[in-house]
């Protein structure tokens, strides 16, 4: 794994691919590092490059205040990863990635006339839906750290390490602040395809949280239910990386209106 260095610190690639046919950007859960997607190249298409995003607050980049908004975010993000966007690509993003690639899909439509060939949303409720997350951002930390745990995100390790949840914590804020001050703004739907994934047991986001994606796009829709709750991206990754690369491999063909459960 490596930094792409033109890319600055903003890409980590797990398996580096010049001759790729496609890239897929790929955006964490808050609190979550680009580490997540790191073995996904060989569960993929052998022609599609993982880009993994890692934002400001995390990895080598955790002396870099993290965003606390997506507009600011993504003023930062796209003149960074613009000259990447050069040949076909996708996006994948669950949870607060999930948000953040949407609005990049927008913000890139609307600025360049670019749209990726997918939009790969897992764990997130559709605009404007709010966050039911329990952990607000603004809590006392002994009751923001005690709702880290019920949301099974943190594994319960870190979260005995004092020393290490003061570097954690501000950073969780940052980006819990990011989802839950989001306000969507209407505009056109996208053109592309999107690809939603969520957990049956999930408690944070529903079924009909999840269905209501799909007047956000005039492309092919589809809606995949795995076992697990929110973090169902670790716990039923097999699954959901079998059914990224289908779709990806069938150059996002999916059929409209598919509501899948696994």
């Not at 890319?7 to 680009?34: E, Q, V």
């Not at 580490?35 to 607050?57: H, K, R, T």
């Not at 913000?107 to 897992?122: I, M, S």
Request: proline content about 11%.
């Amino acid at each position: 794994m490596k930094f792409q260095s033109a890319a600055n610190r903003w890409l980590i690639l797990p398996k580096p691919n010049p001759a790729a046919a496609m890239r897929l950007f790929c955006l964490p859960y808050a609190g979550g590092s680009p580490l997540v997607f790191c073995n996904w190249p060989s569960s993929l298409p052998n022609d599609v490059e993982v880009c993994a995003i890692q934002l400001p607050g995390r990895g080598m980049r955790l002396s870099e205040p993290p965003f606390t908004k997506v507009e600011p975010l993504l003023e930062s993000m796209i003149p960074v990863l613009r000259p990447f966007f050069d040949k076909p690509f996708a996006f994948f993003g669950h949870s607060m990635g999930g948000l953040i690639s949407f609005e990049l899909a927008r913000a890139l439509r609307l600025r360049f006339g670019l749209e990726p060939e997918c939009v790969f949303l897992a764990g997130r409720q559709a605009p404007p839906i709010p966050d039911r997350i329990t952990a607000r951002y603004d809590l006392p930390e002994p009751q923001f750290i005690e709702e880290l745990r019920h949301l099974n995100g943190t594994p319960p390790e870190i979260l005995e390490q004092p020393e290490l949840m003061r570097l954690l914590v501000p950073l969780l804020r940052a980006e819990f602040e990011l989802c839950q001050t989001y306000v969507y703004q209407p505009g056109p739907p996208l053109d592309c395809p999107l690809s939603v994934f969520g957990g049956v047991d999930d408690a944070e986001v529903s079924h009909e949280e999840l269905e209501a994606w799909r007047p956000y796009t005039t492309g092919a829709f589809s809606l995949h239910m795995l076992p697990g709750d929110h973090f169902f991206i670790r716990t039923a990754s097999s699954e959901l990386l079998r059914m990224v690369s289908e779709d990806l491999k069938t150059k996002r063909k999916v059929s409209a209106g598919d509501v899948d459960y696994v």
